[in-house]
């Protein structure tokens, strides 16, 4: 049976973490005393969900987050700390905290530990975000008891929305560039400038020249997309930000 632990203290645990190739020990009171955290538990690193989506969403959404008093956003698995530390490099996420449950000790005393034997798991996390306020449990977003691992409810929006229904969130911005391109530096300047945050991709590593032609018929870079719109160059994206 999943526990809803709204109005409780979370479990008081001390996490083996890993930095600088040294071992740091973070207990709940350095990670929740005196801060506002998000929290969201899933069932391991690496796995389909969890990388796809999961940590890409809070990542992307961190900012807005932080705008509405979020102090850190925590990701929480029971796996080790080489694991974690691995994950969190291979999928960039840099703004997001990754604790190793490696013993499962927290997650067991949120009432969320599970059997995924029948996945060659073991015991492992059910798939769920909090809000934490100075170590109390604000809001639960537990994902429903069905079979498989159902993402329904324990995503950044669903949880954002809670916070703020009314919350801006950050444009999604991709711009291809090449290497040593004065106009694309221009480019990365002005939304850097603006704040924004951007997706950079590069000519001749990640896409080549037929790819961009084929999604903009154009044979320049930089091209720049904002939310699904093709903007253009950077005289164009100058235009569209209202730079001069």
């Keep these: 049976m999943l526990t809803n632990r709204e109005g409780q203290r979370v479990p008081n645990v001390t996490f083996r973490t890993r930095h600088n190739n040294q071992w ?73 905290t990754m604790i190793p449950d490696g013993n499962g000790e927290f997650t067991e005393g949120m009432g969320m530990l599970v059997d995924k034997h029948d996945l060659g798991f073991g015991k492992r996390s059910w798939r769920y975000s909090m809000l934490v306020k100075d170590g109390v449990v ?12 159902p993402f329904k409810v324990s995503d950044a929006e669903t949880m954002l929305n809670y916070i703020n229904p009314g919350a801006t969130k950050p444009k999604c911005v991709s711009l291809i560039a090449r290497i040593g391109c004065p106009y694309c530096a221009r480019a990365k300047a002005m939304l850097k400038d603006q704040g924004i945050d951007f997706e950079e991709v590069t000519l001749g590593r990640d896409v080549t020249m037929y790819s961009v032609r084929a999604f903009t018929g154009r044979l320049t870079v930089p091209q720049v997309f904002i939310d699904g719109k093709h903007i253009g160059g950077s005289e164009e994206l100058a235009a569209f930000l209202g730079v001069a």
Excluded at 52 to 57: A, E
Excluded at 69 to 88: K, P, Q, R, T, Y
């Design 24 to 96: 740091v020990d973070v207990t709940t009171d350095d990670l929740f005393a005196g801060k506002t955290v998000v929290v969201f538990s899933l069932p391991g690193a690496f796995t389909p969900t969890c990388s796809s989506t999961h940590v890409p969403g809070y990542n992307e959404l961190a900012n807005a987050f932080k705008e509405n008093g979020v102090d850190e956003i925590v990701c929480l698995s029971v796996n080790d700390a080489f694991v974690m530390n691995e994950w969190a490099r291979e999928q960039n996420a840099k703004n997001i």
């Design 138 to 149: 604000e809001k639960m977003f537990i994902e429903p008891d069905e079979p498989g691992d």
